[in-house]
Nanobody
Framework: QVQLVDAGGGLVQAGGSLRLSCAASGDSITRYTMGWFRQAPGKEREFVAR???????YYADSVKGRFTISRDNAKNTVYLQMDSLKSEDTAVYYCAASGRFMHGRNVYTRPNDYDYWGQGTQVTVSS
């Protein structure tokens, strides 16, 4: 069982950058598909990005070209680099891990596809 701790959120101006981190313990992140989700007030949790066990990445259209998911296996940590931030990126961001094996283009894009979650970190983008 893996435990996840999210960090790196904060207040940033539109056009700025932030890097979120997700430190894992209890198991290696290479055994999981790792994902990032976000939830704005009054909205459902939505998919942002994911990285498969073999490092294939996939992004939501709303963040493609601006956000980058990566991982450092030695540090057992996943990152989300967020550039060109917009006010609509304001949300609580959550890291998640899935131990399941699923196939298809849109898999691992739903919260129910994931088994473990970080506590979330607030990102606020001021316009």
């Amino acid at each position: 069982q893996v435990q996840l701790v999210d960090a790196g959120g904060g207040l940033v101006q539109a056009g700025g950058s932030l890097r979120l981190s997700c430190a894992a313990s209890g198991d290696s992140i290479t055994r999981y598909t790792m994902g990032w989700f976000r939830q704005a007030p009054g909205k459902e949790r939505e998919f942002v990005a994911r990285m498969s066990r073999n490092s294939v990445t996939y992004y939501a259209d709303s963040v493609k070209g601006r956000f980058t998911i990566s991982r450092d296996n030695a540090k057992n940590t996943v990152y989300l680099q967020m550039d060109s931030l917009k006010s609509e990126d304001t949300a609580v961001y959550y890291c998640a891990a899935s131990g399941r094996f699923m196939h298809g283009r849109n898999v691992y894009t739903r919260p129910n596809d994931y088994d473990y979650w970080g506590q979330g970190t607030q990102v606020t983008v001021s316009s």
